[in-house]
Each structure stands twice: as structure tokens, then as C-alpha cells.
């Protein structure tokens, strides 16, 4: 498999997951918006379907669109990423930067859909919210672990699946994992707004700090650390405890 047929799915499949996650925040959050006010189970089905259409975009690179699960499957012992597609330093960096650049866009189209809204008057915190996560309670270490929890659930379950070293070939697995991402964020998600993945939440921050939003205040990027490597351990984590039971 060439670098395009690893990066372009990858990237699109990240892409989609941001725009409509992002999306869905923006939607209940911003002022002025149809959906104002839905609520985080609003937010929580929001990004279980973003994943869920992310992850159909991406089906022929195995559609990790997510570096906890690139890495998660290494730590897992995987001989390879997708159907073709061997383990390898060079592969994993492809599939991350896509992740990367995938996730930066989408936030961008974000903006642009809801670009008036933005300009609204409302607080910088709440501009910064639609991009990228922060904690409830801001205690580092505290908002590490509960980052590293739901990425393990994520990431072990995912691969309980068959799902993340197989591309799916069925409905059922994408939409098992649009679920697990739901039950993650209802269950799991209140003190961090359960980012579990690096770069879902490092390209929209990265964007936030680029795009001439009106009023949008700091990037936040003393706690930026935090949901990328919360992420990263529990990946690994999942990824070895699954080739422990799933043998």
C-alpha cells in the first residue's frame, strides 16, 4: 500500500470525525444556534456518530483515524496496520500526520459552517470548547488518569471487535464503535470532556490558535499536554492488556 492510500483515507476519515464532532459542540454550545442548550448526551451521540461516519470514510487504511489506536495496535503486537499494510516506523507516521492534518481541517470547516455564530458575543472559553477538550476540575494528574481510562476502554474494547487491525467490512463495526464512543462519553467523559484521542483534540486546538476567531481568548495550551498523552498511555495500555486476553 503507497502513501496515498494510507493518508487519504486516514485523513478524510479524521476529517469527518472532527467536523462533525466539533460540530456538534459548536451546535449546542454557541449562541444562536438551532441546537443550543442540547446538553452533553446531545454531544455524546454527536461525536458517536462522527466516529461512526469517520470510521466508514477510512474503512480501506483499517480506519484507526486516531493515534491511540495506531499505537495501541503496535503495543498490541499487530504485524499489520490494515489488510497490506505492514507495521512499520514509516507507516505509523503516515497514519499519524493524516491524523493530524485530517483533524485540523475538519475544525476548520467547522468554523466556516458556523462562522456568524462565532462572531457572536460569547465567552472564549466556550470558542475554545468547540475545538478541543478541558477539564471540569483542572488537576493534571487527576485529568491524565481519567484520560487514560477512557482510552484504554476505547482502544482495548476496539480491538475486543476484531475491528481496528481488520478494515470492517459490515455496518456492525463502525456503528459498534460509534456506540462504545457514546457509552465512553456519558459514562467516562465529565471531568475531562474525554478526548481519547491526540489528534482530535491537538489539530482543533492548533486551529483555534490560527483562525482569526472574533474574541476567542488563550489555546489553553498549558493543559494542550494532557489529552495527548493520557491518550497515548491508555492506547498503549489497552493494546497490551488485549494481547494478553485476546490470544
Not at 493518508?7 to 478524510?12: A, D, G, N
Not at 449546542?28 to 442548550?37: E, F
Not at 476540575?137 to 487491525?165: D, K, Q
Request: charged share 10%; net charge negative; with cysteine.
Amino acid at each position: 500500500m503507497n502513501f496515498s492510500a494510507i493518508f487519504v483515507p486516514e485523513l478524510f476519515g479524521t476529517m469527518m470525525l472532527t467536523l462533525l464532532g466539533c460540530g456538534v459542540v459548536a451546535n449546542a454550545s454557541l449562541p444562536g444556534t438551532k441546537g443550543n442548550g442540547g446538553g452533553f448526551l446531545m454531544v455524546n451521540f454527536g461525536w458517536g456518530l462522527a466516529v461512526f461516519a469517520g470510521v466508514f470514510v477510512a474503512i480501506s487504511s483499517g480506519a484507526h483515524i486516531n493515534p491511540a489506536v495506531t499505537i495501541g495496535l503496535i503495543a498490541n503486537g499487530a504485524e499489520e496496520f490494515a489488510d497490506g499494510v505492514p507495521v512499520s516506523a514509516a507507516n505509523t507516521l503516515i497514519y499519524i500526520l493524516a491524523q493530524m492534518v485530517g483533524a485540523l481541517l475538519g475544525a476548520v470547516f467547522c468554523w466556516l459552517a458556523y462562522k456568524t455564530h462565532f462572531d457572536a458575543d460569547s465567552d472564549g472559553a466556550t470558542k475554545l470548547g468547540v475545538f478541543s477538550t478541558g477539564p471540569a476540575i483542572r488537576s493534571y494528574g487527576w485529568n491524565v488518569v481519567t484520560e487514560v481510562i477512557g482510552t484504554f476502554v476505547l482502544v482495548f474494547v476496539v480491538i475486543s471487535f476484531g475491528f481496528a487491525g481488520e478494515p470492517a467490512t459490515a455496518i456492525g463495526s463502525p456503528l459498534a464503535v460509534g456506540l462504545l464512543v457514546v457509552g465512553i462519553g456519558a459514562s467516562l467523559g465529565g471531568p475531562t470532556g474525554y478526548a481519547i484521542n491526540p489528534a482530535r483534540d491537538l489539530g482543533p486546538r492548533i486551529a483555534h490558535a490560527l483562525l482569526p476567531i472574533k474574541g476567542k481568548g488563550s489555546s489553553d495550551w498549558s493543559y494542550a499536554w494532557v489529552p495527548v498523552v493520557g491518550p497515548l498511555i491508555g492506547g498503549i495500555i489497552g493494546g497490551l492488556a488485549a494481547a494478553a486476553i485476546f490470544v
